[in-house]
């Protein structure tokens, strides 16, 4: 069974960064998808990056582009979350999720998910 732990989040001033990373255990196939997302006060979850486990081909949400970088630790089982130049709008609880697909081209659609972890707190404040 798969399962999902989040970590990495935390209080940071605007402009600077943090890394989230999401430890992955029960994958049984390297075909699955990996999407990081995030829920702020009030409002929808939305996608934020995507990343293809066999291929490592990525997808950006156009607010993130630029200054968010996915990864992967094959090693490790872990996908990362590279969060720089952070704005007070990127406040959110952050949840990765997964999916088996044998689509290396991933979703940013809460939808797409089947395994969600537990969140990690990202808050972006002066």
């Known amino acids: 069974q798969v399962q999902l732990v989040e970590s990495g989040g935390g209080l940071v001033q605007p402009g600077g960064s943090l890394r989230l990373s999401c430890a992955a255990s029960?994958?049984?196939?390297?075909?699955?998808?990996i999407g990081w997302f995030r829920q702020a006060p009030g409002k929808e979850r939305e996608g934020v990056s995507c990343?293809?486990?066999?291929?490592?081909?990525?997808r950006y949400a156009d607010s993130v582009k630029g200054r968010f970088t996915i990864s992967r630790d094959n090693a490790k089982n872990t996908v990362y979350l590279q969060m720089n130049s952070l704005k007070p709008e990127d406040t959110a609880v952050y949840y990765c999720?997964?999916?088996?697909?044998?689509?290396?081209?991933?979703?940013?659609?809460?939808?797409?998910?089947?395994?969600w972890g537990q969140g990690t707190q990202v808050t972006v404040s002066s």
């Open positions: 029960g994958f049984t196939s390297r075909y699955y998808n």
């Open positions: 999720a997964a999916v088996y697909s044998s689509s290396s081209y991933c979703s940013k659609r809460t939808g797409s998910y089947d395994r």
């Open positions: 990343i293809s486990l066999s291929d490592s081909s990525t």
